[in-house]
């Protein structure tokens, strides 16, 4: 299930389970949403990125949806694996900025 | 290759010191940044570098000081540090932004610690 503790909501799920990872952005002209993996001790790692004209984007294993209307992103994660544990954060661009705003992140545990 | 390589990995100083982060990507970017991460947080953007040019400075402390020597290098210089700069400092790279769609490719980063 999901908690939120102190500093960083935690999503704990079983191996073969599907993980859906959910963040709410700030800003209504944001056109580019990035998905970032951060393990333990390492920098953030590209999973996925949609822009504002499409609703859903899909990878390999993973899935990104995108609701405007509610300034909402979601990530899927497909069967997810141990190797799947890590920090996951979204982030948005303004548009004609060339900064992005990070979210807060969730951590992903998956038990074997 | 979406490599950004930092160095060193870890480093320790003490407040005096003056030290360097490193970073090099060969991607062919010509955007720049520095981000600073403390533990289950974000990472908080400090400096953009935009075709060898420093384009967004976050309000940082002095006591940093980047450098852009060529497209490919991305240095921080670290001068008088206090305890609570350490973190985990992030390099990336990206396409400047044209039409906020090009993505940026983080390096592993370097743990610093200021005693």
């Known amino acids: 299930g999901e908690s939120v503790g102190l500093h960083l909501p935690t999503l704990s799920v079983q191996e073969g389970d599907n993980s859906i990872i959910n963040c709410a952005y700030s800003n209504s002209a944001s056109d580019y949403f990035i998905w970032y993996k951060q393990e333990s001790g390492k920098g953030p790692q590209f999973i996925i990125d949609i822009r504002s004209n499409m609703d859903k984007r899909q990878g390999q294993r993973v899935t990104v949806l995108l609701n405007k209307t509610v300034k909402h992103l979601s990530l899927q994660i497909a069967a997810t694996q141990p190797g799947d544990s890590a920090v996951y954060f979204c982030a948005e661009n303004p548009s004609g900025y060339s900064t992005l705003t990070f979210g807060k992140g969730t951590m992903l545990l998956v038990s074997p | 290759d979406t490599e950004v390589t930092q160095t060193p990995k870890h480093l320790v100083m003490g407040m005096t010191n003056k030290k360097s982060l490193k970073c090099e990507q060969h991607m062919g970017h010509r955007a720049m940044y520095w981000y600073k991460q403390k533990a289950k947080k974000p990472p908080e953007l400090m400096f953009v570098y935009s075709y060898e040019k420093l384009s967004i400075n976050e309000s940082v402390p002095s006591r940093f000081s980047p450098e852009c020597p060529n497209s490919s290098l991305l240095n921080l210089h670290l001068h008088a540090l206090q305890p609570e700069d350490s973190a985990l400092y992030l390099c990336?790279?990206?396409?400047?932004?044209?039409?906020?769609?090009?993505?940026?490719?983080f390096g592993p980063g370097t743990r610093l610690t200021v005693l």
């Open positions: 990336a790279s990206s396409q400047p932004w044209v039409q906020s769609t090009d993505t940026q490719y």
